[in-house]
């Protein structure tokens, strides 16, 4: 999984960040404690809800 940025967010619509984070979060469930991917879910979906907040 590779990190999501506010950049990348900016031009995705609400619903499409909100089916974004359900995708990202599943991703979260299925990745391994301490793991490069579980730190880039983790990162990823404090990007798209900083970008929903900011709407």
Same mark, same amino acid.
């Given at each position: 999984?590779? $990190?999501?940025? =506010?950049? /990348? $967010? ?6 499409? $960040?909100?089916? %974004? $984070?359900?995708?990202?979060?599943? /991703?979260?469930? =299925? ?6 991917? =579980?730190r880039n879910? %983790? ?7 900083? /970008? %929903?907040?900011? =709407?």
């Amino acid at each position: 999984m590779k $990190l999501i940025t =506010r950049f /990348e $967010l900016a031009a995705k619509s609400k619903s499409e $960040l909100y089916a %974004l $984070l359900r995708e990202v979060f599943n /991703e979260l469930v =299925r990745s391994e404690p301490d793991s490069h991917e =579980r730190r880039n879910a %983790l990162a990823s979906i404090e990007n798209i809800q900083n /970008e %929903l907040a900011s =709407r």
